[in-house]
């Protein structure tokens, strides 16, 4: 069973992050407020250009919702990879979890949402959390992500 290992480094705030990103981020929080269900999208990049797609959770209304976000594949195609023809590339992800769900990444979370992801981005709405998880190197024993916290001033009022 593979291991999945967590290198926790500072806050970055908005300089850090740049404008462009900034604005996505405020756009991801602002849309998706995940009280009671997970709810998320992606974010694509074009040089110093990132733009938020929300997409639909597939288990919307379901009891699975509370516990998982899976995109909506038709919705999915139609906004992320449909940016591709303008020059954009998958950045990574972002969903929530629901009220009194810290913005750490669960089993599902690493094995499933987080693949193929090289940034993922949780936010814990009622918690107040934002993290970003950072893809760094694999072997054959362990995943390493770097963690960092997201400073929300300017992101959410």
Known sequence: MMKYALKVEGPLTAADLGDSLHAALKLAVSTCLGADEEEGGFIVRKDDEYQFHRITNSHTGTPTAVGLYEPE???YGDKVIGSYSQGFKNYGSF???PTNFPAR??????TRLFNGQPVNFIWSPSLR???KYTFLSANDDYT???VNEIDLTGLVE
């Open 73 to 75: 594949r038709q919705e």
């Open 129 to 131: 959390e934002l993290k």
């Open 105 to 110: 990444p669960s089993f599902t979370d690493l």
């Open 144 to 146: 390493i992500w770097r």
């Open 95 to 97: 969903h929530t979890h």
